[in-house]
């Protein structure tokens, strides 16, 4: 099946930093991708929809100033935490659209990515 | 507006027993429906959609547009069922983003 990694699996940074955490389809090509954001024992929230070669498509309450998201390629979308403050430590998942299976478009997703800012 | 909600945070059955977890959705249009299972420490991986109709792991669900609802069921459960499950709903009309339920933790004792 369709496999989407993350890079860094798990960073901690000091605050004021910026932390850019990559998503990669390994195996097919994704035009859009989500970023979400968990909390222990909860659901996940999405933060914004990354569309290659345009602007990404932010949730309401989400800054985009603040979670900078890049689609420079069909395989590649990044999301950069800028100017990182202790309440933006998370959980980041990320998740790549398989188009064109037949069956309906199919999200797989990425490992996640911990995040802690000190 | 659209919202998928799973009733029930923690669901703790017997192995061997059958297990019925809750999903209702509102949507406006045609809804695509999804499970999702995440298992301690591993990813967010797709269980079944409404669309296949299949049988994953022994779970199945079915769509019932009257009730809103896509339970998922399974006959017999096995510890190895023990994890996390999400309904998620897609939206095709913005770009198919999932909105995902609270999610409800399978605990299959033995």
């Known amino acids: 099946g369709a496999v989407v990694s993350q890079h860094p699996s798990w960073v901690i940074c000091k605050s004021g930093t910026s932390v850019k955490i990559e998503c990669r389809s390994l195996d097919f090509q994704a035009t859009t991708m989500f970023w979400y954001r968990q909390f222990p024992k909860q659901s996940l929230m999405l933060m914004a929809t990354s569309n290659e070669g345009s602007k990404a498509t932010y949730e309401q309450g989400v800054e985009k100033d603040k979670f900078l998201i890049n689609h420079a390629s069909l395989t590649l979308s990044t999301l950069t935490v800028t100017s990182a403050h202790p309440e933006d430590s998370s959980f980041y998942i990320c998740?790549?659209?398989?188009?064109?299976?037949?069956?309906?478009?199919?999200?797989?997703f990425g490992p996640g990515t911990r995040l802690t800012v000190l | 507006a659209q919202r998928v909600t799973q009733p029930e945070k923690l669901l703790s059955v017997f192995k061997g027993a059958p297990v019925e977890l809750k999903c209702n959705y509102s949507y406006s249009g045609s809804p695509e429906l999804f499970w999702y299972v995440q298992y301690s420490r591993q990813r967010l991986q797709l269980l079944l959609r409404h669309i296949s109709r299949e049988s994953i792991k022994g779970f199945t669900a079915d769509l019932n547009k009257g009730e809103t609802s896509f339970h998922l069921k399974k006959p017999f459960a096995q510890e190895e069922d023990s994890a996390m499950y999400y309904c998620?709903?897609?939206?095709?009309?913005?770009?198919?983003?999932?909105?995902f339920g609270q999610g409800t933790e399978l605990s299959v004792k033995p």
């Open positions: 998740s790549a659209r398989e188009e064109g299976t037949g069956m309906g478009d199919t999200q797989y």
């Open positions: 998620a709903l897609s939206q095709y009309n913005q770009g198919g983003k999932l909105i």
